[in-house]
């Protein structure tokens, strides 16, 4: 069975997608095959990978996970009767395949309202590929909303990337506690591999202390390696290329260290 981590947080732009796509392609540089799942409505993750042409062909095609996840059909989210095999994209990096994401999730907790066993549609439809894959990396919206939710349950570990800033730190105990009923209640045990300080540099107030304060609550949990604030890092996601496609050595270092570090902390040798 592939070990399933998932980016989540429940504050938005503090570098879930960055961290997803380019932990997803170090695993994959390193040989591991690897499925990266967009559940984020905003379809980030997909679009760093491929170019909107391309996610366009593809999404009107063979479908996304929109499909997968059973949305009713929407104009541009057509095919009844596709597989999850058609609807993976293959190798939008080395070793790395891509499960698309669709715009068409912003409405998924309204469409899914009454259906039931709705937080587990993610996994019986990946459970024709699991096998294919030694680790699933799943990019998640900045909630808790059913595509998290999906994420969550199929997942066997996740990790949450922080931002350094006042607003971004002040969720993470409710996200851990949110975390542990939904686990519960599902009777899902999930691990928790781990928080990155992700983007520190960013202009914010109190920074260092916020970074201090995290350590000092969160203790081993928080990751020793830290993502800086590149310009390299969202130049990589609009080339649709990964950071350790770039020039810039000192984001490849960083990306490297966190990779190896979370790759450790789920039990994954390289
Ligand atoms: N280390 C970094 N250095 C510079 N820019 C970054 C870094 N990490 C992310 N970014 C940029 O900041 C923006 C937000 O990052 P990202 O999309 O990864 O956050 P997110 O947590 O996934 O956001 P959301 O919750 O909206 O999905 C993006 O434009 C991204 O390219
Ligand atoms: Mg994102």
New binding site residues.
Partial sequence: MATILS?V?L??????????VNFAAFCGSKGLKTLLVDT?P?T?ATF?CISVPNWKEHSSKKGTIANLMGMRRHTSAQGTNVTTNEIIIENVFSNVDLLPSHLDLFTIDLDLAGAIARESKLTRALSEVMNNYQIIVC?C??NLTIPTQNALAMSTHFAV?VSPDFLSALGIGILLNRVKDFCGDLQHDLNHAGIIL???G?PAQHRDEIAEDLRSTFGDLVLNSE????????EA?SQNRSVFQMPNRD?KLEFKACSIELLERIGIEI
Avoid at 11 to 20: E, L
Avoid at 227 to 234: C, G, L, T
């Fill in positions: 980016f947080n504050k938005g732009g503090v570098g879930k997608t960055a961290i997803s984020d905003q980030n760093s990019d919206p900045p990337p992700s983007r520190i960013r993502i800086r604030e590149r310009v390299v890092v969202s996601a984001a």
